[in-house]
Structures are given as C-alpha cells and as structure tokens.
C-alpha cells in the first residue's frame, strides 16, 4: 500500500505556491483509533461503513473529492496517516507534503492528547512555514462518560499550538463537515493574503 501512494509522496511541490486547480493535500495525523478512516470515509461519502475493516479506503491513503464551501468548489485530496503512526520517517515525510492538517485525538483517550501535542512539534519541525493550516480535532465527543479530555483543555491547547479547535463525532457525523470547511476556508484566506 505504501508504493501505491508514492506518486503523491513524491511531488516535491509541498509548500509551494499551488498551481491552479491542484487539490489542497490535507493530512490527518493523530494517534492510531483516534478515527482519522472514519473522517477520510464521511469525505468519501462512504459513511455508513464506520467499521474501517471494510472501508473502501483501506489500502488506499489518498482520497480525492471536490467539495463546495462557501459557493465556490475545492478539491482535497486526503492523506491518512493510519499504517505509519510507528515509522517516523514516513510520518515526517507525509508531513511534509501538507497544505494543511488536521490533527486528531479523542477526547476518549488522554494519550491520544499527548500525542496530538508531540505531533504539532514534529509538525512545526518539518514544516516550518507560518500560517499553515492546522486544526486541532477532538473527535468522539459523543461519548460522553468516556470523556478524559475537556473542551476548555481542548481549546487552550490549541491556543498554545496556535492553531483552530473543533470537537467532532464522526460516529454522529458531528462538525465533521464543519472541520473540512474550516480548513478550506484557512486555505483561501492564506491564499488570498498571499495574492494581495
Ligand atoms: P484511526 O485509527 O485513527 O483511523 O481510527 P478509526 O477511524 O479506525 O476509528 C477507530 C475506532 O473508533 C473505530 O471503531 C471507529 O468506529 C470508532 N470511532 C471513530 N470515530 C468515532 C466517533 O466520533 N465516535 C465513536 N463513538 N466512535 C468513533
């Protein structure tokens, strides 16, 4: 499965200026159960399969979709990191090829916390450029007498990381669709300051 993504590992555009039409390459990073397949399906529209064993995109890291936000279509293409959470290389590497990201835990489970922090520094390590698109994503926030993780430790932490927070549930199809936009709509606004 890694080979059949290289073609978009490879592309040394990362952090360049995006030449027209090219879709905005969005990684999902976070700690492994944290539910990065279950936002890649809802983008893929194959929702009803939360069971990612047979999850059509298993095997396959890369889904590509336009979406319309704000009346005007964009194309992300979304890069899960699910298989490399142990392989630092390759994480860094995915990392790398990043317009944008969304950074996953689940406010079920403090370690996935921790490592959403440990990421963000590894991020800010190999993509150094200010003003990149991050959004910090507290998935799971259905369950409710699981919770380890509060809204208000959600949200300082990603005042610190300088970055957005949402909570979602995908399992509910909660503020998934809110996460996408909003990473678009950073997307635009960086691209537009740069044109201005
Ligand atoms: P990944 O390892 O980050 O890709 O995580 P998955 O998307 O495979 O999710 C791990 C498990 O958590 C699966 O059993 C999902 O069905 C479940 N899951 C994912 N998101 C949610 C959510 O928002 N709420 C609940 N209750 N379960 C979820």
Request: hydrophobic letters at 40%; glycine letters at 6%; aromatic letters at 6%.
């Amino acid at each position: 499965s890694w080979s059949s993504s290289d073609s978009v590992i490879s592309t040394d555009s990362a952090g360049e200026e995006a030449e027209p039409g090219r879709p905005y390459r969005v990684v999902l990073l976070g700690a492994s159960g944290v539910g990065k397949t279950a936002f890649a399906s809802i983008l893929a529209g194959a929702a009803d399969s939360m069971d990612s064993d047979d999850c059509e995109l298993c095997g396959d890291e890369v889904c590509e979709k336009e979406i319309e936000v704000d009346g005007e279509p964009a194309t992300l293409a979304l890069l899960d990191t699910w298989d490399i959470d142990d392989d630092q290389w390759a994480q860094e590497r995915y990392m790398q090829t990043g317009d944008a990201y969304l950074l996953l835990y689940s406010v079920t489970d403090r370690a996935s916390f921790l490592r959403a922090s440990e990421l963000r520094i590894t991020l800010r390590r190999v993509r150094p450029a200010q003003h990149t698109p991050i959004i910090l994503v507290g998935n799971k926030c259905d369950l409710v007498r699981r919770r380890e993780v509060s809204v208000s430790e959600g949200r300082a932490c990603a005042a610190v990381f300088d970055c957005k927070f949402i909570e979602t549930s995908a399992a509910m199809q909660h503020n998934v669709w809110e996460a996408f936009h909003g990473i678009v709509r950073q997307l635009r606004l960086r691209r537009d300051s740069k044109e201005a």
